[in-house]
């Protein structure tokens, strides 16, 4: 006999895996959104410093984390929420806000664990098509809000798309939600947004008990590795019910110490975003130069549709053309597997890699 596993489990969709992890050493990994650049040298010296205590628990209260990030932001430590990495708060309101009956609105295509809130809990999941811009269409997600709704999650920059839409429009959307619905503003790139200031989102919290903003270290300050995001929030409401559905240590030693490292090196931050605005603006040449325009970005990543040859489908040509990128050694991240085929979602990477990128795509056209 098998082992019989809940219904959950036939719900809940595999996380698609990056072909990357059993390849040789001078592939160009653009698949994933990760910083091209290492860890800052002082944040790698304060993970190894905190290894020799490694037989205690973490601080189960992020302390450090949480004042830090209190101070940077203004936003009371009660007020944020830590966790291993910000899938894992994300995963956590979906436990803590959801249940059979109850209603999840969100834009697709968006960042592809939304779908694991409604798979995991049972509820009903309403995905609101994007613009024509590729851009979230907030007055249909208004639409869709019923009395069964309790969160609302708006991705900005989304992913895959690389689009950001304007603050005004998202405080004319948080107003207008009733103040019972949860709202995640998902802001895992909003450090590469020029539009606006990362930290301007943040007023609305003021006004806003049931805003949620999701951050994470792992962009811009390059810590995927080590797991850790945090939420800002409007009430400490949020942080004490994604805390009662978690394992009490849910942001390891090191990612504690490397992110309260990481958030004393500010500047170091703002020249990554700015090499990121370089890459963006050469990528964007290169692929005008084949004919190729992306959407409008505001994250780490170009989206962009593929041109097809002659008597071939879109999602045929994004085969042809990952396939042969993944043999010249360049993994990116298929529109297929993202809601869009024909589509590419491409990482910035460092100047060689994104030349190499280039140089490939012109040979596969
Ligand atoms: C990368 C990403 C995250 C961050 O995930 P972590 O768990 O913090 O690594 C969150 N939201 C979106 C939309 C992302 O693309």
Redesign the pocket.
């Known amino acids: 006999m098998a082992i019989e596993f809940s219904a959950a489990v036939s719900r809940i969709p595999v996380y698609p895996a990056a072909a990357a992890y059993a390849l040789p050493e001078d592939v160009a990994l653009l698949a994933s ?1 990760e910083s091209p650049e290492p860890p800052l040298e002082p944040v790698v010296a304060a993970v190894q410093a905190i290894l020799t205590g490694v037989n205690r628990y973490p601080d189960p209260t992020n302390a450090k984390l949480r004042g830090a990030l209190s101070d940077r932001y203004e936003v009371p430590a009660s007020r944020i929420a830590i966790g291993n ?4 708060i994300l995963l956590a309101a979906g436990e803590a806000l959801l249940e059979p009956g109850a209603e999840l609105v969100y834009a697709w295509p968006s ?1 592809s664990v939304y779908p694991h809130l409604a798979a995991a809990t049972g509820a009903t999941q309403v995905q609101v098509a994007l613009n024509e811009a590729q851009e979230h269409d907030l007055d249909a997600m208004l639409k869709e809000i019923t009395a069964a709704t309790r969160l609302a999650i708006v ?1 900005n920059p989304n ?1 895959p798309t690389s689009t950001a839409i304007p603050l005004a429009d998202i405080t004319r959307f948080v107003e207008q939600v009733p103040k019972q619905v949860c709202v995640i503003l ?1 802001e ?1 790139y909003c450090e590469y947004n020029t539009l606006e200031d990362p930290d301007a989102s943040i007023d609305l919290l003021k006004k806003h008990p049931n805003l949620v903003l999701l951050r ?1 270290f ?2 811009v300050y390059g810590l ?1 590795g080590l797991r850790v ?1 945090y939420a800002l929030c409007g009430s400490d409401a949020f942080v004490t019910a994604v805390n009662q559905v978690r394992q009490p240590f849910f942001c390891n030693a090191a990612a504690q110490a490397a992110a309260v490292e990481s958030l004393k090196h500010g500047d170091a931050v703002q020249a990554r975003v700015e090499r990121a605005i370089v890459a963006r603006l050469e990528l964007e040449d290169g692929l005008g130069e084949l004919g190729i325009s992306a959407a409008a970005s505001q994250a780490n990543f170009a989206w962009f549709d593929l041109p097809a040859r002659e008597g071939e489908e879109p999602g045929e040509a994004e085969k042809r053309i990952v396939a042969g990128l993944t043999e010249k050694g360049v993994l990116v991240r298929s529109g297929a597997a993202l809601g869009r085929p024909g589509a590419l979602r491409v990482t910035y990477g460092t100047p060689e890699q994104n030349a190499r990128f280039l140089g490939v795509l012109r040979e596969l056209l």
Request: glycine share 14%; hydrophobic share 15%; aromatic share 6%.
């Open positions: 959104n990495g910000s899938c894992d960042f991705c992913n998902d895992a994470t792992s962009k995927c995001g």
